[in-house]
């Protein structure tokens, strides 16, 4: 928990802060582009990180085997691990929101419905995918590996951390299919109003089929550890 809250805080000081009001677009600027990516960085690191290494935790003390004496169907335990890390979620985001508010502003499309539905999709779609990754049949250190590599490689090539601009155009390219990348293209675009062209609104549509995989997936595999 606290490193999902220091990361992006620290982001902010360093980098946020010192170009915060630099316009990069006419009526835009710096932080208006940026705050989506803190949002979202604190929602898929307690997701991809926070949730897998957390079932590792249970599988590897026994819990799991006695959640499985129990006359809870596996249901009930998900919407209850969701129910809990959407608490810390909640909890992480509003810091982050307090901390940029208080100093820079933040924009009225924040409360819009479309945003808040976007935001909504991304933790759907990352509790599936850290679920799964969770559920795997690995030993708690591979799944503390395996989460902090997918999360950072997703992160660093989403352009949360800084502007891909500069990279190859190859592999500029192959990062336009990172899913992270797409939630914070459309979620940046809503925020900042810059825009969200059909092409990035069809690519969330991938995130239905990987979402359903991953939920059904990281439940099955579940109940085999129990």
Known sequence: MFFSLAFPVIMYVFIGIPYASNEVAPGV?????????LILTVIANLLLM???????ELRSRGIDRRYATLPLRGGHFVIALLLSTL????????????VVAA???????????RLLLIMA?????????GFLIGAL?????????????????M???????????????ILKRILEWNPLKQWLDVMTGVYAGTGVSSVQWLRLLMALPVTAIGA???????????
């Not at 100093?103 to 419905?113: I, N």
């Open 121 to 129: 999709g991304s933790i759907v779609w990352l509790s599936a995918l």
């Open 29 to 37: 600027r710096f932080i208006d582009v940026m705050f989506p990516s």
């Open 103 to 113: 100093r820079d502003g933040v924009r009225s499309e924040l409360w819009s419905p």
């Open 50 to 56: 926070g949730m897998p290494i957390y079932l590792a």
């Open 87 to 98: 608490v810390l979620i909640a909890g992480a985001v509003a810091v982050v929101l307090l």
């Open 137 to 153: 049949r690995v030993s708690s250190r591979t799944t503390q590996a395996l989460s902090a590599a997918v999360f950072f490689l």
């Open 216 to 226: 059904l997936g990281g439940l099955r595999l579940w109940k085999q550890r129990g």
């Open 155 to 169: 992160f660093f090539g989403s352009g949360a951390a800084m502007p891909l601009d500069q990279l190859p155009e």
